[in-house]
Antibody, heavy 118, light 106 residues
Framework: EVQLVESGGGFLRPGGSLRLSCAAS????????MHWVRQAPGKGLVWISD????????RYADSVTGRFRISRDNAKNTLYLQMNSLRAEDTAVYYC???????????WGQGTLVTVSS | DIQMTQSPSSLSASVGDRVTITCRAS??????LNWYQQKPGKAPKLLIS???NLQSGVPSRFSGSGSGTDFTLTIISLQPEDFATYYC????????FGQGTKLEIK
């Protein structure tokens, strides 16, 4: 059974930093692109970053470029998101997502809440 | 950036109804269109990829169609568990989602 379990969310002040982790199991992690998608309270889904299966390439949404960094450890089956210079508008549930066929997002973690507030 | 626009934003329907949700892309995206279902407090679930490819385990009452800029998600004979929010997503250039369609019980 595919499982993606996020951790690391919490409450912090604007300007702070946080690292999210996503532990993957039930599939061959190193074979899949992985993504982070976020959802602000009561709002829609927003893709923010992805990373190639071998970690050699990463992309970011404009809203987080220069502040967030995605990475992965294929030996540990874990995806990361380092978030710096956090803003109130970064408040959201962050989902770890597996890339599937046809560039779809075929499995999602349960999400971890990040709250940025003064 | 490719903008995705869903209509309607909300929809009331009854069990047994047939409903159609439309998604329009701001430019052609071929068939790089996916549909997701999200229930309150839960993660989204992939229903359909590549415009019309029903995912394993998804009931056959769900179907998708379209190509280019205009796409539809159709649910025939609505069941109680189908009341949720539905999102389309393009994966042609980067990724972007529609704003969602909330399907509510009439």
């Amino acid at each position: 059974e595919v499982q993606l379990v996020e951790s690391g969310g919490g409450f912090l002040r604007p300007g702070g930093s946080l690292r999210l982790s996503c532990a993957a199991s039930g599939f061959t992690f190193r074979n899949h692109w992985m993504h982070w998608v976020r959802q602000a309270p009561g709002k829609g889904l927003v893709w923010i970053s992805d990373i190639k299966h071998d970690g050699s390439s990463a992309r970011y949404a404009d809203s987080v470029t220069g502040r967030f960094r995605i990475s992965r450890d294929n030996a540990k089956n874990t995806l990361y998101l380092q978030m710096n210079s956090l803003r109130a508008e970064d408040t959201a549930v962050y989902y770890c997502v597996r890339g599937g066929d046809g560039y779809s997002f075929d499995f999602w973690g349960q999400g971890t809440l990040v709250t940025v507030s003064s | 950036d490719i903008q995705m626009t869903q209509s309607p934003s909300s929809l009331s329907a009854s069990v047994g109804d047939r409903v159609t949700i439309t998604c329009r892309a701001s430019q052609s995206i071929s068939s790089f269109l996916n549909w997701y279902q999200q229930k309150p407090g839960k993660a989204p679930k992939l229903l359909i990829s590549a415009a019309s490819n029903l995912q394993s385990g998804v009931p056959s009452r769900f179907s998708g169609s379209g190509s280019g800029t205009d796409f539809t998600l159709t649910i025939i004979s609505l069941q109680p568990e189908d009341f949720a929010t539905y999102y389309c997503q393009q994966s042609y250039i980067s990724y972007s989602f529609g704003q969602g369609t909330k399907l509510e019980i009439k």
